[in-house]
């Protein structure tokens, strides 16, 4: 921007609201990357301290350090991690632009708030799964970190050593660990058991994962019939499969987690309840002392006993529901998030550098929830 030029956006970052949220929506690498291409940034003092960043760090990148107030008071564009709470969106000025992860299914009422508040709300999840939009899919950024964290919250669960180790006193057994799902968690959760040194098996309703699952030396598990093979569509998506294959697989998965130490499920449907996957009775054949992490714990979880941020004991199996994972991992959550934003940045603002979303875009269009007033996206219903 030429000195004295005032067209540039304005940008704001605030402590987030929701509850247990440690990360934070810029870096001080991300504020470069902006103030670089001509944005101004205000963040909230303090908004950065769980994520370990320090407001004099955003400072010295570029940013001003400001109170709640005149951060909002000054911002066009809103860079969140989750949504806001109703005071907090109650303050935004209307025609302002709010971007994060802002779960609309969690709360039906959130789009319709965004709408009369007149903010023009972009929910990151809704970000088009193509080529051009990778580099700002906030989901698998964030997924990829949950998969890690799952893995490394089960090891300090487990009351033994993942790896098999060979002593003068005797051999340890290496932990056997079964991942359900093998999308971005899952495949990260298979890579870092691993390299932990567990024996890894998993499964998934997509016949292409089974060479994902390979390449990470695990073993697959599935029913592979003639329907499996047929399992998937032109697009990569799973088909609804017949009862009679339902059953035949839920019976080899039942009998395969009975011999499992480490279990971690990773499925879940955009807008819907997390599938049930294991059930109270699948619990009770596990051996004592192994572990269940269920990352689908926010949409009322894989398991039948899974409990929102609790750790339940059945039978001497734990089930951990952990609903946000990437939190704690703050510091590189939020790398990682921000720099989805900046990879954003160029179709929320015009060729003079203001504030002027290109909303014909693709991936604007998929990720807009709300605009001008008015609840737009297709999965609202209307």
């Given amino acids: 921007m030429r000195a004295g030029?005032?067209?540039?956006?304005?940008?704001?970052?605030?402590?987030?609201?929701?509850?247990?949220?440690?990360?934070?929506?810029?870096?001080?690498?991300?504020?470069?990357?902006?103030?670089?291409?001509?944005?101004?940034?205000?963040?909230?003092?303090?908004?950065?301290?769980?994520?370990?960043?320090?407001?004099?760090?955003?400072?010295?990148?570029?940013?001003?350090?400001?109170?709640?107030?005149?951060?909002?008071?000054?911002?066009?564009?809103?860079?969140?991690?989750?949504?806001?709470?109703?005071?907090?969106?109650?303050?935004?000025?209307?025609?302002?632009?709010?971007?994060?992860?802002?779960?609309?299914?969690?709360?039906?009422?959130?789009?319709?708030?965004?709408?009369?508040?007149?903010?023009?709300?972009?929910?990151?999840?809704?970000?088009?799964?193509?080529?051009?939009?990778?580099?700002?899919?906030?989901?698998?950024?964030?997924?990829?970190?949950?998969?890690?964290?799952?893995?490394?919250?089960?090891?300090?669960?487990?009351?033994r050593a993942f790896p098999m180790m060979m002593t003068a006193a005797g051999t340890v057994a290496a932990a056997k660990a079964f991942v359900m799902g093998a999308g971005v968690a899952g495949l990260q959760a298979i890579a870092t058991a691993r390299r932990l040194g567990a024996i890894v098996s998993a499964n998934d309703v997509r016949p292409a994962a089974k060479e994902q699952v390979g390449s990470l030396g695990a073993k697959f598990i599935a029913v592979e019939d003639e329907e499996f093979k047929a399992a998937e569509t032109a697009g990569g998506y799973a088909k609804e499969m017949s009862a009679e294959y339902k059953a035949k697989q839920a019976e080899l998965v039942a009998a395969h987690i009975a011999k499992q130490d480490i279990v971690v499920t990773t499925a879940l449907i955009p807008g819907r309840p997390a599938p049930r996957l294991i059930t109270k009775a699948m619990v009770e054949t596990m051996k004592p002392g192994s572990v269940i992490i269920d990352i689908a714990a926010a949409t009322g979880g894989n398991c039948e006993l899974t409990k929102a941020d609790e750790i339940v004991e059945h039978g001497g199996v734990k089930i951990a529901g952990f609903t946000n994972l990437p939190a704690r991992l703050a510091a590189d959550a939020s790398q990682l998030l921000a720099k989805n934003f900046v990879n954003l940045a160029p179709l929320l603002r015009g060729e003079d550098g203001a504030l002027s979303p290109q909303w014909e875009d693709e991936i604007i269009k998929g990720m807009t929830l709300t605009r001008d007033g008015a609840a737009v996206h297709p999965s609202l219903g209307g």
């Fill in 5 to 159: 030029q005032d067209v540039i956006m304005r940008i704001a970052v605030l402590t987030e609201t929701y509850p247990g949220e440690a990360r934070v929506a810029a870096t001080p690498d991300s504020v470069k990357a902006l103030v670089k291409a001509g944005a101004s940034i205000s963040i909230e003092k303090g908004a950065g301290l769980s994520a370990s960043v320090t407001d004099g760090a955003f400072e010295a990148a570029g940013a001003k350090c400001v109170t709640r107030a005149a951060a909002i008071k000054d911002g066009q564009l809103f860079l969140t991690v989750r949504r806001p709470d109703a005071a907090t969106l109650a303050k935004l000025p209307k025609g302002a632009v709010l971007v994060g992860l802002l779960d609309p299914h969690g709360d039906k009422d959130f789009a319709k708030a965004c709408a009369e508040a007149g903010v023009n709300a972009l929910a990151m999840e809704y970000t088009p799964r193509i080529t051009r939009a990778q580099s700002m899919d906030a989901l698998s950024s964030q997924s990829n970190l949950a998969g890690y964290r799952a893995v490394i919250e089960a090891a300090g669960l487990y009351g």
